[in-house]
C-alpha cells in the first residue's frame, strides 16, 4: 500500500517523464505519417492551384515550428510567475502542487513534440519521391502538422486557466483540503482500531542507517517480514519526521532481528501530503500564518484556510482513534505505526494560527465559530481540548486588545471574520 503510493507520489512529482516522453513521441510520429504518405502517394497535380503547393507548405510548417518555440518559452516563463508567487504568497511546500499539475507537463511536452515534428516535415517537404522517382503530397505529414497545432493551441487555453486558477490562493486551498481528505480516509478510517498493546522493554532496537525523512511505510510488507521472523515491530517515528543517522527506528519484540524492515520504508528530503496524516494541515496553517505576516496581510485568505481546517477537524473527529496496529493473516499484531491523534492534529491546526492572528479580529471571530462548531458536533470525550483551544484564544485577544469594546467585536464568532 505505502510503497505503490510513495511510486506513484515519485512519478507525478517529477516533472520531466511526460515531456521527454512526448518529445520522444514526436520524434517518432515522423516516421509512421512518412508510411502513411508513401501508402496513399498523392500526385502533386491534385494540389496546383491550391494553398497545399511545396511553397505554402513549406512556409507554414516553418511558422508553426517557430511559434512552437515560443510557446515553450511562454510556458516557461508563466510557469515561473507562478511559483514565485506561490512560494512568496502563500508557502513554499505548495510548489509540489505546481510540480504535480499534469496539464502543465502536457502543454509543455505537446510544444515539443510539435515541434520537432514540424521541423522534421519542414525539411522533407518537396523531397517526396515514389520508387519509381514520381513526386506525390506528403498529405498525412501536413495534416499530422494541422492537428498538433490545433492541439497545441487549445491546450494553451487550457494552461493559461490552470496558472491563473492557481495564482488564486482559494484553488490551491481547496486542492491541498482535497488531497488530505484522502490521506485522512486511509489513516483514519470509519471502524475502530484496536488499541496499542502494552509491551515493556524491547528484546532489540533497530538503529537508522540514514538521516533524513521517512515519507512512506509498507504496511504489509512490514506484517510479512514480522510474521516470518516471529517478532512485532514498533516503528518509532511517525511518517513525516526526520530521523537522525542512528536514531531508534524499530522497536523489536522477539528473538528474531528482522533487518528486512528496513526495505519497506521510503525516504526522501521532504515530507509528502501521500502517507502524512498531518502534513496537509500543516500546509493549510502554512498559507494561513503566512497571510497572517505583516508583509502579506491578508487575514481573508487565512479566513478560508480555517474554514478547510474546521471542517477536516470536523471530520476526524467523528471518526475512530486510528491505533495504527497491523496484523497477519491469523490476527496477530504484528507492526504498530502511531498516529497523530485528534488533539494533536487540533493543536497543530489552531495554534500557530492563534498566536499569530489574535490580534485580527477577523481571525479571532473565525477560530470561535470554529471552535464552537467542533464543540456542537464532537463527542464529549473531545471537548477538553476544543474548550482549551477556545480559553487560550480568549485570553490571546484579550492580552492583545485592551478596549473593552474592540474586544466584544473580536471576541463574537462569525464564521465569516468580518463579512
Known amino acids: 500500500m505505502g510503497g505503490m503510493r510513495h511510486w506513484r507520489e515519485q512519478v507525478r512529482g517529477a516533472f520531466w517523464p511526460l515531456p521527454l516522453f512526448l518529445l520522444l513521441v514526436g520524434v517518432a510520429l515522423p516516421s509512421l505519417t512518412d508510411w502513411l504518405d508513401y501508402e496513399l502517394a498523392l500526385p502533386p497535380s491534385l494540389v496546383d492551384g491550391t494553398p497545399l503547393s511545396d511553397e505554402s507548405n513549406r512556409a507554414v510548417t516553418s511558422a508553426v515550428t517557430a511559434a512552437m518555440l515560443s510557446f515553450v518559452g511562454v510556458v516557461f516563463s508563466m510557469s515561473l510567475v507562478g511559483l514565485q508567487l506561490a512560494a ?127 515519507t512512506a511505510v509498507q504496511h504489509r510488507r512490514l506484517v510479512r517480514v514480522a510474521a516470518r521472523s516471529g517478532t512485532v515491530l514498533h516503528l518509532v517515528p511517525r511518517i513525516g519526521d526526520f530521523v537522525a543517522r542512528g536514531a531508534p527506528l524499530f522497536l523489536v519484540y522477539g528473538p528474531a532481528r528482522p533487518w528486512a524492515a528496513y526495505e519497506a520504508l521510503h525516504w526522501g528530503r521532504e515530507r509528502t501530503v501521500a502517507d502524512d496524516p498531518s502534513y496537509s494541515l500543516r500546509l493549510l496553517v502554512d498559507i494561513a500564518i503566512r497571510a497572517l505576516s505583516p508583509a502579506v496581510n491578508d487575514p481573508t485568505t ?88 477556545r480559553e487560550m484564544l480568549t485570553g490571546a485577544v484579550r492580552r492583545l486588545v485592551p478596549d473593552s469594546r474592540e474586544q466584544a467585536i473580536a471576541l463574537t464568532p462569525d464564521r465569516q471574520g468580518l463579512g
Open 88 to 214: 512568496s504568497q502563500m508557502s513554499p511546500r505548495v510548489l509540489r502542487i505546481f510540480a504535480r499539475l499534469t496539464i502543465t507537463k502536457v502543454t509543455l511536452g505537446v510544444f515539443l513534440a510539435t515541434f520537432v515534428y514540424s521541423l522534421t516535415v519542414l525539411g522533407t517537404i518537396g523531397e517526396y519521391k515514389d520508387a519509381e522517382g514520381n513526386s506525390f503530397v506528403p498529405l498525412t505529414s501536413l495534416l499530422m502538422t494541422w492537428v498538433l497545432l490545433f492541439g497545441s493551441l487549445v491546450l494553451f487555453v487550457f494552461y493559461v486557466n490552470t496558472v491563473l486558477r492557481l495564482m488564486r490562493a482559494t484553488y490551491v486551498i481547496e486542492a491541498v483540503a482535497s488531497e488530505a481528505r484522502a490521506v485522512l480516509n486511509e489513516w483514519y478510517p470509519v471502524a475502530a482500531g484496536e488499541p496499542l498493546p502494552e509491551r515493556g522493554q524491547p528484546d532489540f532496537v533497530l538503529a537508522a542507517t540514514e538521516a533524513s525523512v521517512l
Open 302 to 389: 487565512a479566513v478560508q484556510a480555517i474554514d478547510r481546517l474546521v471542517d477536516l477537524m470536523v471530520d476526524i473527529g467523528a471518526r475512530p482513534a486510528a491505533a495504527g496496529v497491523h496484523h497477519d493473516r491469523k490476527g496477530v499484531a504484528r507492526v504498530v505505526i502511531e498516529v497523530p491523534g485528534f488533539a494533536d492534529l487540533l493543536r497543530l491546526a489552531f495554534t500557530e494560527i492563534r498566536l499569530y492572528g489574535a490580534g485580527s479580529p477577523q481571525i479571532s471571530r473565525r477560530l470561535l465559530a470554529g471552535l464552537d462548531d467542533l464543540a456542537a458536533v464532537l463527542p464529549e470525550e473531545l471537548l477538553p481540548e476544543v474548550r482549551a483551544q
